[in-house]
């Protein structure tokens, strides 16, 4: 089993839709989790940080922790086509062990 | 201004030798990551290093080496054990503590022919 398992899409939605983007983790001690965005053959740059259970918000972009079923997704409202990128989830286990999803690349169309 | 500089951005090698990637940076972080990336995929961890003089494994060190002599610098060697060396090298970097973010490098394109 993955450490962190995403839906690898590619995922396409229209201009101006919601984009909702998952992931899932096995180590039931991690505490916190990050949403990097990755254009192709660029570095990660992180969107949004998340520690505790609930949603967290930040302009366009809204984070949803669930603990209890090791969850944590990505919602990006108003997607614009500048949007398309893979978008890659994070999991901070232990002792700064950091470990990646395989990411998922998200196309908007105009 | 602060960040992690990776070196070279390109690379080329002939099968067979062996090849260091540097990492730099002047963030005083004390945690450094090497990750690899694939086309098309995610990120998988190599090492990472939380202080000084001190690394760990991550899932695929097979084929790779690193040192932390400084708090600096992160150097990734890759040997001629490494059965498929082609691909897109990251570095990054986090303060310790597990709500922090990792800052990453440019990256390093090692391609071998």
């Known amino acids: 089993q993955k450490e962190v398992e995403q839906n690898s899409g590619p995922l396409s939605v229209p201009e101006g839709a919601i984009a909702s983007l998952n992931c899932t983790y096995s180590?039931?001690?991690?505490?916190?989790f990050f949403w990097y965005r990755q254009y192709s053959g660029k570095s990660p740059e992180l969107i949004m940080f998340i520690y505790s259970n609930g949603d967290k918000e930040d302009g366009r972009f809204t984070a949803q922790l669930n603990k209890a079923s090791q969850y944590v997704s990505l919602l990006i409202r108003d997607s614009q086509p500048s949007d398309s990128a893979t978008y890659l989830c994070a999991v901070n286990q232990n002792n700064n062990d950091m470990r990646f999803g395989a990411g998922t690349r998200l196309t908007v169309k105009p | 201004d602060g960040g992690i500089t990776q070196s070279p951005k390109y690379l080329f090698r002939k099968e067979g030798q062996n090849v260091t990637l540097s990492c730099e940076q002047n963030l005083n972080h004390d945690a450094m990551y090497w990750y690899r990336q694939d086309p098309g995929q995610g990120l998988r961890l190599i090492y990472y290093s939380q202080i000084v003089n001190d690394f760990q494994k991550g899932d695929i060190a097979e084929g790779y080496s690193v040192s932390r002599e400084k708090k600096e610098s992160f150097p990734l060697t890759v040997t001629s054990a490494q059965k498929n060396p082609t691909a897109f090298y990251l570095c990054?970097?986090?303060?310790?503590?597990?709500?922090?973010?990792?800052?990453f490098g440019q990256g390093t394109r090692l391609t071998v022919v």
């Open positions: 180590d039931r001690g991690s505490q916190s």
């Open positions: 990054a970097s986090s303060s310790p503590g597990l709500n922090t973010e990792a800052f």
